[in-house]
């Protein structure tokens, strides 16, 4: 079945309603590690508040996290909600293994090719493919196909229909419709992966999307009620 629209008119169409968009956290492969446990539950908001009170009390480089107390850096995460603690300890872990293991610079370590960068980064706490992707696109080493993870559901819903149940499958099919349809360019897959992510927390929610009030709604396959993807036999996970 041919589709009723494209990944670039899509994008097009996000950016005339939302205009464009910027990242509101540090892209620094390092800053963005330790920016990403300042926050729990992880929220860019949550994140925003547990990062400005650390650098305030304590600084963000290797050797400050290691030489602060972990009841001083407790104190500074607990802005940006639960576990401070558990936090603090995953901070040293941080500062700790780019200091020893990559000579305190994790952005020229990650100069190799994209899946051992994304192995490497995958060994840092909290880190999966998500977070992989989105460290290496937006601290400019390579221009993957990185997918918000507020978002998968987006890309999936506007082009095949209902999205499936399980994560992987909606990240992997997201990504390689970026990955087909998109400049591979970090510009450009900055620019979808910011527009997407602004489109699944606003409107285009996992659960309840607000269909009525959004701009794609036209040429979206969700709306237009093709289902696919979710059968009795539902996939787990
Ligand atoms: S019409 Fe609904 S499902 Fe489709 S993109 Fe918009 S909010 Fe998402």
Same mark, same amino acid.
């Given at each position: 079945?041919?589709?009723?629209?494209?990944?670039?008119?899509?994008?097009?169409?996000?950016?005339?309603?939302?205009?464009?968009?910027?990242?509101?956290?540090?892209?620094?492969?390092?800053?963005?590690?330790?920016?990403?446990?300042?926050?729990?539950?992880?929220?860019?908001?949550?994140?925003?508040?547990?990062? @400005? $009170? %650390?650098?305030?009390?304590?600084?963000?480089?290797?050797?400050? =996290?290691?030489?602060?107390?972990? +009841?001083? #850096? /407790?104190?500074?995460?607990?802005?940006?909600?639960?576990?401070?603690?558990?936090?603090? @300890? $995953? %901070?040293?872990?941080?500062?700790?293994?780019?200091?020893?293991? =990559?000579?305190?610079?994790?952005? +020229?370590? #990650? /100069?190799?090719?994209?899946?051992?960068?994304?192995?490497?980064?995958?060994?840092?706490?909290?880190?999966?493919?998500?977070?992989?992707?989105?460290?290496?696109?937006?601290?400019?080493?390579?221009?993957? +196909?990185?997918?918000?993870?507020?978002?998968?559901?987006?890309?999936?819903?506007?082009?095949?229909?209902?999205?499936?149940?399980?994560?992987?499958?909606?990240?992997?099919?997201?990504?390689?419709?970026?990955?087909?349809?998109?400049?591979?360019?970090?510009?450009?897959?900055?620019?979808?992966?910011?527009?997407?992510?602004?489109?699944?927390?606003?409107?285009?929610?996992?659960?309840?999307?607000?269909?009525?009030?959004?701009?794609?709604?036209?040429?979206?396959?969700?709306?237009?009620?093709?289902?696919?993807?979710?059968?009795?036999?539902?996939?787990?996970?």
């Amino acid at each position: 079945m041919g589709r009723a629209t494209t990944v670039s008119d899509v994008l097009s169409r996000l950016e005339k309603h939302y205009g464009p968009q910027a990242p509101s956290w540090p892209t620094d492969p390092y800053e963005f590690l330790v920016w990403w446990h300042c926050g729990y539950p992880a929220s860019d908001a949550a994140c925003a508040k547990g990062w @400005e $009170r %650390l650098n305030q009390a304590v600084g963000t480089a290797p050797e400050r =996290l290691l030489k602060a107390s972990p +009841a001083k #850096l /407790a104190a500074a995460l607990k802005a940006g909600g639960m576990v401070p603690e558990l936090r603090a @300890e $995953r %901070l040293k872990e941080i500062a700790r293994r780019v200091q020893d293991e =990559l000579a305190g610079d994790l952005r +020229a370590a #990650l /100069a190799v090719p994209v899946a051992q960068a994304r192995r490497l980064l995958k060994k840092f706490p909290g880190i999966a493919d998500p977070g992989a992707d989105r460290i290496l696109l937006f601290g400019g080493v390579t221009p993957v +196909a990185a997918v918000p993870s507020n978002g998968t559901q987006v890309l999936v819903r506007i082009l095949f229909g209902q999205e499936r149940e399980n994560y992987g499958v909606n990240y992997r099919q997201a990504q390689e419709s970026i990955e087909a349809e998109t400049p591979r360019t970090l510009e450009a897959r900055q620019r979808a992966y910011l527009l997407l992510k602004r489109h699944g927390q606003d409107i285009c929610k996992r659960a309840k999307p607000r269909c009525e009030q959004c701009p794609v709604n036209q040429s979206c396959a969700y709306f237009a009620g093709h289902r696919r993807g979710v059968t009795p036999r539902r996939q787990s996970g």
